[in-house]
C-alpha cells in the first residue's frame, strides 16, 4: 500500500463528466496537466490512497483535467469519488532524469509531523486547504483536533526530509487558538 508521504496531492476530484465513467480534477495552482503523465492516479477514499488506473487526461480548463480511470465504468461508479483528493506519486519523470531544481510545493510536506518552537508536537499535516490567495496548512493532532497554519515561508523554520518533520516558528497565540 502506498503512503501519502511517498505521494503529493495535486488536486481534487470536483464532478463526474457525462455517463461513461469520466471525472473532472481541478489541479490547484502549481500542478498542470503534465503532472498527469504517469501510469496510477492514487485517491484519498476512506483515509487510504487507493491507485487508479489513468487512462487517458485532457485538458478541460485552465485548471480542469478530463480523466478516465480504469475502475470507473459509469456516471455511478464516478459519485463514490467526488471530492477525493488526487495523489501522484512523488517519483516522477523529472525525478528519474535527474532534475533537482523542482520547485517547492507545500503538498511535499502532506503527512510530515510538525512542531513549533516552545510548543513541541503540534500534529501532522493531513491536507493542504486552498482558499483564494491564502493557502493553509491543516494540521491534525493525536486527539483528531484540527489547527490551520498559513502557508508562509517565515512561519517555516525548518524542513527535515529524513526524518519528514516541519518545524514551525509561530506567532505566539496561533498554535492556542481554539
Same mark, same amino acid.
Given at each position: 500500500m502506498?503512503e ?10 470536483? +464532478? ?13 495552482? !502549481? ?13 484519498? %477514499?476512506?483515509?487510504g ?7 487517458e487526461?485532457r485538458?478541460? +480548463? ?5 480523466v478516465?480511470?480504469?475502475? %470507473? ?7 463514490k469519488?467526488?471530492?477525493?483528493p488526487?495523489?501522484?506519486? +512523488? =517519483? ?6 535527474? !532534475? ?21 508536537y503540534?500534529? =501532522?499535516?493531513?491536507?493542504? +486547504? ?9 494540521i491534525?493532532?493525536? =486527539?483528531?483536533? !484540527? ?14 526530509? =529524513?526524518?519528514?518533520?516541519?518545524i514551525f516558528? %509561530?506567532?505566539e ?6
Amino acid at each position: 500500500m502506498i503512503e501519502k508521504h511517498n505521494c503529493r496531492q495535486v488536486g481534487v476530484v470536483v +464532478k463526474s463528466h457525462g455517463i461513461a465513467g469520466e471525472i473532472v480534477i481541478r489541479l490547484f495552482d !502549481e500542478f498542470s496537466i503534465d503532472d498527469l503523465d504517469t501510469q496510477f492516479l492514487f485517491l484519498d %477514499l476512506d483515509g487510504g490512497l487507493v491507485p487508479f488506473y489513468l487512462e487517458e487526461a485532457r485538458q478541460k +480548463k485552465q485548471a480542469d483535467v478530463l480523466v478516465t480511470l480504469e475502475q %470507473l465504468k459509469s456516471d455511478k461508479d464516478t459519485v463514490k469519488v467526488i471530492d477525493a483528493p488526487v495523489y501522484v506519486a +512523488k =517519483e516522477t519523470k523529472a525525478d528519474e532524469e535527474g !532534475e533537482a531544481d523542482q520547485p517547492f510545493s507545500a503538498y511535499q510536506l502532506v503527512g510530515y509531523q510538525c512542531q513549533a518552537v516552545g510548543h513541541g508536537y503540534i500534529g =501532522e499535516i493531513t491536507a493542504i +486547504k486552498e482558499i483564494a490567495k491564502n493557502p493553509l496548512f491543516e494540521i491534525t493532532d493525536d =486527539e483528531d483536533n !484540527e489547527l490551520l497554519i498559513p502557508i508562509v515561508e517565515h512561519f517555516i523554520a525548518g524542513i527535515d526530509d =529524513e526524518q519528514q518533520l516541519v518545524i514551525f516558528d %509561530l506567532p505566539e497565540g496561533l498554535v492556542d487558538l481554539d
